[in-house]
């Protein structure tokens, strides 16, 4: 159990969970996940973590197939830049460790935005909050448990 896992539970969410074995050193958490589970790797979304005008950390869920787009990030956020946030604060503010950080339960709320790309399946994938683990949820539950609002922040 997650904290991620809890937030669908008590919410009495429709969700799968889908566990692969994690290898330590894969290069990128995301495609390791789209490889292990033979997913689209449009359909598995990632979460990253980035900061606002250089104060205020906001989550940012798009593709394992796209780049984030930090001027889209920071526009969708109403702010004028944004950058990436650095681990040990991603890990500090989320409660999860860097390459299985959920965009469900993190230990604060942060504001949230997920790729617009996200309609276009019925379900999708994110981390469930550890490494080796993912959720499939639909897109529309995603977007309420999370708060977030959708923009184009992907390329």
């Known amino acids: ?15 799968n969970v889908h566990q692969y074995h994690h290898d330590p050193d894969s290069a990128s958490y995301g495609e390791e996940a789209v490889e292990k589970m033979g ?39 109403g702010a004028k830049k944004a950058a990436m946030a650095e ?3 991603a890990e500090r503010s989320t409660g999860y460790i860097f390459g299985g950080i959920s965009p469900l339960g993190q230990k604060k709320r942060l504001p949230t935005v997920v790729n617009s790309s996200v309609e276009s399946f019925d379900t999708v994938f994110v981390s469930a909050g550890r490494r080796g683990l993912e959720i499939e949820l ?5 977007v309420k448990l999370t708060s977030a609002r959708l923009a184009v922040i992907a390329k």
């Open 39 to 77: 997913q689209n790797p449009h359909q598995v979304f990632k979460t990253l973590l980035v900061k606002l005008d250089g104060r205020q950390l906001a989550v940012a869920v798009v593709p394992v197939a796209d780049k984030l787009d930090l001027k889209a990030m920071a526009s969708a956020c």
């Open 1 to 15: 159990m997650t904290p991620a896992i809890n937030v669908l539970k008590k919410a009495k969410t429709d969700h």
């Open 87 to 89: 681990q040990q604060e």
């Open 138 to 142: 639909a897109p529309a539950d995603l």
